[in-house]
T-cell receptor, first 116, second 116 residues
Framework: NAGVMQNPRHLVRRRGQEARLRCSPV?????VYWYRQLPEEGLKFMVY????????ESGMPKERFSAEFPKEGPSILRIQQVVRGDSAAYFC??????????????FGAGTRLSVL | AQSVTQLGSHVSVSEGALVLLRCNYS??????LFWYVQYPNQGLQLLLK??????LVKGINGFEAEFKKSETSFHLTKPSAHMSDAAEYFC??????????????FGTGTRLTIIP
């Protein structure tokens, strides 16, 4: 399966701990998006990255959240000092930017973060 | 700025009946429009997309949607519902790649229930 791989699928943290969510895009895709889905809500955009660059982080909370997409390896969404309100499903999507792709983003199965 | 409104957070139809899920959008640029389906505890799967070609778009699993610029709508339909269609459906909008950032703006979703 050459789709978007996210791990872990489920992550449990206590308040104040750090959460690291990983996303390996579709092979050959150089664009990664992170979205958050709170219970009973739609997905909300968090951040858009290309290799080694953050293009748009307008949806990221100003504190405790960071994201990276290094030249080698997966994209990482990092949440420091988690709070109960961070409990959500975090989805990663990747795309390949050319005229033929027409903005199609392919989604991973998500990481469900539970903060105790 | 872009936004999506999905009318009806819950829709129930009988097996074999017509499925109609409503989506209206707002966009300051010619939009790309998408319908995604989410099964429980899974990621999002693309059903279909509109990217400025034919206004009637056919997708997977017998679904189709029609882009109506005058009504700013992109409703999803299926002539005959099947039990396997029970899921959460999300309408999303993005700007074309020529406008840069292709982040998706999602509606709040419609949960479709199929009555045997």
């Amino acid at each position: 399966n050459a789709g978007v791989m996210q791990n872990p699928r489920h992550l449990v943290r206590r308040r104040g701990q750090e959460a690291r969510l990983r996303c390996s895009p579709v092979k050959g895709h150089s664009h990664v998006y992170w979205y958050r889905q709170l219970p009973e809500e739609g997905l909300k955009f968090m951040v858009y990255l290309q290799k080694e660059n953050i293009i748009d982080e307008s949806g990221m909370p100003k504190e405790r959240f960071s994201a990276e997409f290094p030249k080698e390896g997966p994209s990482i969404l990092r949440i420091q000092q988690v709070v109960r309100g961070d409990s959500a499903a975090y989805f990663c999507a990747s795309s390949h930017r050319d005229r033929g792709s027409k903005n199609i983003q392919y989604f991973g199965a998500g990481t469900r973060l539970s903060v105790l | 700025a872009q936004s999506v409104t999905q009318l009806g957070s819950h829709v129930s139809v009988s097996e074999g009946a017509l499925v109609l899920l409503r989506c209206n959008y707002s966009s300051s640029v010619p939009p790309y429009l998408f319908w995604y389906v989410q099964y429980p505890n899974q990621g999002l799967q693309l059903l279909l997309k509109y990217t400025s070609a034919a206004t009637l778009v056919k997708g997977i699993n017998g679904f189709e949607a029609e882009f109506k610029k005058s009504e700013t709508s992109f409703h999803l339909t299926k002539p005959s519902a099947h039990m396997s269609d029970a899921a959460e459906y999300f309408c999303a909008v993005s700007a074309p790649e020529t406008f840069g950032n292709e982040k998706l703006t999602f509606g709040t979703g419609t949960r479709l229930t199929i009555i045997p």
